[in-house]
């Protein structure tokens, strides 16, 4: 099969969609498909044997200068000034200006390709490729009415307007959702959420969870750093729960020698830099970003605990990685992460979200129990060996596509 796999933005080494596109096309391509990619910036690092077509936009998040102004040169076309007012005026733009740009250039080249895969752009651009009768499918990996319910929770004042605005892209992703005639999503926690919050009917729904490189992520040759902590979450996104997790790495600092790396880029005066100084742990706590594989790897295998304290989660793929490595968890009982790891303790012990105690002790009675970590560390990387695997994604995605194919027409 010819598939267009459509990403509206694609960091390499972070953040689950631009390690989902790389992934599942490499492993599309090794069972036989043809891939190209569409993608804005950040643009995706690929594999041999999968194309690239960057379509750009404005870039107006771009490190280390986001929201900026864009020189008048740089405005080509009205998709353009659409994307920098709804910037201006505090909206997201990109999932709907990159769907349009996407349409444009994929209405003139449909005949090259059996199907479009959307991965949770969901914005407007893709019905007119619907009416045009190409195949589609799209990716939810979670609806990110639980990212507002939570962003909207943590602000107060004026930037409950602003981030009410901010999210208001949510009911443009809801209404394509519901005229997508396939749904991918990578849980069955965030089955039922997308069922529930965009209304997508259940039997368009298909479960396909994602994958880890076992040979990448796998278990450390050198010995673990003692009193080391991993996490990797978007710092200053409040569902992500970094907050919890450096109130309770305060708590056990004042018992036991800790380190806590974090593997994110805090914004600069941001409420996570303001809570570090507040707490007085600015000396033990240390942040990473940019990491390759290889290097998220290592450092991974490196802890003695891995930690996802998120208020939710659609599948979380650091969770899967620090189980392949074998590196002992302790997680939030929220979203998929009971789903992910099993509910039984052997591959992490489950707390309460947003509760800074239990999350102490957790980390606590793990850090001072070697031998339960050993056995959690090998249960958990059976686990990941076992049922993440990116050549079954591939081919169960894969078996997605032949069915909208058989079903003709898209129907957006």
């Excluded at 997508?200 to 880890?212: D, I, K, S, T, Y």
């Excluded at 100084?277 to 390759?292: K, T």
Aim: glycine residues 8%; hydrophobic residues 40%.
């Amino acid at each position: 099969m010819r598939v267009a796999l459509l990403s509206y933005r694609s960091k390499p080494h972070c953040g689950g969609q631009g390690v989902y596109v790389r992934h599942l096309s490499r492993e599309l391509v090794a069972i036989g498909h043809q891939v190209e990619v569409f993608s804005g910036q950040p643009y995706p690092e690929l594999d041999p044997g999968v194309r690239l077509t960057k379509l750009p936009s404005l870039d107006l998040y771009r490190e280390p200068d986001p929201f900026r102004t864009p020189r008048p040169g740089e405005i080509r076309d009205l998709v353009d000034v659409l994307e920098l007012a709804t910037m201006y005026t505090a909206g997201f733009p990109e999932p709907l200006t990159f769907s349009l740009r996407a349409a444009r250039v994929l209405k003139q080249r449909l005949p090259e390709f059996d199907v479009v895969h959307d991965n949770q752009t969901l914005g407007y651009g893709l019905l007119a490729l619907g009416r045009a009768g190409v195949p589609m499918v799209a990716t939810i990996h979670h609806p990110i009415t639980f990212d507002r319910r939570a962003d909207l929770a943590a602000a107060s004042g004026w930037r409950r307007l602003s981030t009410r605005r901010w999210y208001g892209f949510l009911a443009m992703q809801a209404r394509v959702a519901r005229r997508m005639p396939r749904v991918l999503t990578v849980s069955e926690s965030s089955a039922r959420d997308i069922v529930t919050d965009f209304r997508v009917p259940a039997e368009r729904v298909r479960v396909v969870p994602l994958g880890v490189d076992t040979e990448v992520f796998s278990p450390p040759t050198r010995s673990r750093v003692p009193g080391r902590i991993v996490a990797m979450a978007s710092a200053d996104t409040a569902m992500k729960g970094v907050s919890i997790l450096l109130e309770a790495f305060a708590k056990l600092r004042t018992e036991r020698d800790l380190e806590l790396v974090l593997v994110t880029r805090p914004k600069p005066g941001g409420r996570t830099l303001r809570l570090v100084d507040s707490l007085s742990i600015r000396d033990g706590v240390r942040f990473l970003s940019g990491l390759s594989d290889d290097e998220l790897a290592e450092l991974v295998g490196s802890a003695q605990v891995a930690c996802v304290p998120s208020l939710y989660e659609g599948f979380s793929l650091p969770t899967v990685e620090a189980m392949a490595c074998g590196t002992p968890l302790v997680v939030s009982r929220a979203g998929a992460l009971p789903e992910v790891v099993g509910e039984d303790g052997r591959c992490a012990d489950l707390v309460t979200p947003g509760d800074v105690g239990e999350l102490a002790a957790a980390l606590s009675d793990l850090m001072d129990d070697p031998d339960r970590r050993r056995r959690m560390g090998i249960a958990s990387r059976r686990r990941a060996v076992e049922r993440f695997s990116w050549r079954a994604v591939a081919e169960a995605t894969a078996a997605t596509y032949a069915s909208a194919i058989e079903d003709g027409a898209g129907r957006c």
